[in-house]
């Protein structure tokens, strides 16, 4: 018997490090509760949070604690390690995770979001619909580009200005000259 479980130890203990690894690797981590979602609806958030390059997968609680255990965070994720818990792991931008799940939760009452992980801080619930509400990544580097671009635009027009009186003031001074000879 003590061989039975000696192999079941293991695989345990490598999903464990499998998900601390993912969990290190990742910039997003959303746990939620998918109870009350069918399959079909899983599926379909599924496929959106996989065509932007996002895991979910339903993982034990168990496994999750373990996963967690030493890290910064793990006093605040406890309490929420409770009920069933599907983990979307992002490793780009980290709000596209927090943007798809909670768009999905709005339209689907049944999924809840329970918690995060964002850069290495633990996030509550209320935080990730703050965060879920900020433009894309793609969008904040508009606005910056735009916040450095317009002062720039009306540096460069000021200058031109200065440039069209110097040239029109020696046009002048030149027809004057002319005129006077």
Known sequence: ????????????????????????????????????????????????????????EVIKNTLIRLAVKGERYEKGLLPYLKGPTAIAFGYEDPLRGVKILTNF?????????????????????????????????????????LVIKYPLQGLMNVLKGNMRNLVFTLKNIGAVKEGGS
């Not at 079941?8 to 993912?22: G, H």
């Not at 329970?114 to 508009?142: F, H, N, Q, T, W």
């Open 1 to 56: 018997m003590a061989e039975e479980k000696k192999p079941q130890r293991i695989a345990k203990e490598r999903k464990v490090e499998r998900i601390r690894e993912k969990m290190h690797s990742a910039s997003s981590v959303i746990l939620s509760d998918y109870r009350g979602l069918d399959v079909e609806k899983v599926s379909d958030l599924r496929k959106k949070l996989r065509g932007e390059g996002i895991e979910y």
């Open 105 to 145: 939760s709005r339209e689907h009452e049944a999924l809840s979001v329970k918690v995060g992980i964002v850069e290495g801080k633990l996030i509550d619930r209320e935080r990730i619909g703050e965060l879920a509400r900020l433009p894309s990544y793609e969008g904040l580097l508009s606005l910056v580009t």
